[in-house]
C-alpha cells in the first residue's frame, strides 16, 4: 500500500499503457506505472495482455528497447477490445 500514487484510473491506465509502447513515459512516471499495474491487475487482466505487457516491460527496462511485434500484440488486442 503506497500513500503516494495518484488514484487508479482504469481508463488512464489505458492510456498510459500505449504512452509506455511508444516509450513516451519518462523513467519516473514508468515506475509508478509499474506501481499501478500491481494494484489493479484487472486492467490487464481485462485485456488479456498480462503476460505480453509484463514481458514487454521487463524487456523495455533491461535493454531499453521493445520487440515491435509484442507491441503490435498488445494494441491489437486492445484496440479489438475497445472497438466492441
Ligand atoms: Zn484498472
Redesign the pocket.
Known sequence: MSEHLPN???NN?IKKVFLVLDGELPDNDRKLFIQDIE??K??LE?YDIEKSFKDFINAKFDRKSCSKELKKEIITKISQLQAT
Open positions: 487508479h484510473d482504469c491506465f494494484r489493479c484487472g486492467c481485462h
